[in-house]
């Protein structure tokens, strides 16, 4: 059984800092690794992903990811933060095969403080 | 403009009775896809269909069948409804069914059943 740990179901920082949201994963085989925000009454949106290659993937507003196999873990960085990047932000885990649903995390609130 | 249109936004219904949610996208995408979001629960995936066929179905209960009518559409039936099937049902699309594919989501239908 393949599962996503969140493990800060809540943080917050003030603008400016730097965050880390921590994602790690359970399943031995390949996998495609995504990072997606949801803003407050909206759906979720693309941030990053990984699937090979560089272990560090940049995506949108500054947002980077770090795969690590090791660890199991896929953490998700800004170097600072805004006001705007307040949201709840899920990681997701896709096993390759036949299917291709993604396992969510739980989330991870970040709120960011002026 | 929203690319993905779930309509109704928000749904009031009484148990035992059937709904439609609906859902259309016109990012031009080949896969469409189905997920749950209920409270305290991660994300879900229900469903996966490539070129309006069912490629993947992850809900037990046959009360829930989507109804692909275009390519661009692909309605969820909910029949016999329960308080249990209060939550946010989102639509999601993807260029095709390969597995790097990136998810875009809809904003989401909230269906509440009293």
């Known amino acids: 059984t393949q599962t996503v740990s969140q493990s800060d179901a809540h943080v917050t920082v003030f603008e400016g800092d730097s965050v880390e949201l921590r994602c790690n994963y359970s399943?031995?085989?390949?996998?495609?690794l995504s990072w997606y925000i949801q803003h407050h009454g909206r759906g979720l949106q693309f941030l990053l992903k990984y699937y090979s290659g560089n272990p560090v993937v940049q995506g949108v507003n500054g947002f980077e990811a770090e795969f690590s196999k090791s660890d199991s873990s896929f953490h998700l960085r800004k170097a600072s933060v805004h006001w705007s990047d307040s949201a709840v932000y899920f990681c997701a885990v896709r096993v390759t095969g036949n299917t291709r649903k993604l396992i969510f995390g739980l989330g991870t609130t970040l709120q960011v403080q002026p | 403009d929203p690319k993905i249109i779930q309509k109704p936004k928000y749904l009031v219904a009484v148990t035992g009775s059937e709904k439609i949610l609906i859902c259309e996208q016109y990012?031009?995408?080949?896969?469409m896809y189905w997920y749950r979001q209920s409270a305290k629960k991660p994300l879900e995936f229900m469903f996966s269909y490539s070129y309006q066929k069912l490629m993947d179905n992850q809900t037990a209960s046959s009360r829930f069948q989507p109804q692909s009518s275009k390519k661009n559409h692909l309605d969820l039936q909910i029949t016999a409804l329960k308080p249990d099937d209060s939550a946010t049902y989102f639509c999601a699309s993807s260029q095709d069914w390969g597995v790097q594919n990136t998810l875009y989501f809809g904003a989401g239908t909230r269906l509440s059943v009293l």
């Open positions: 990012l031009g995408h080949n896969a």
């Open positions: 399943y031995g085989g390949s996998i495609y």
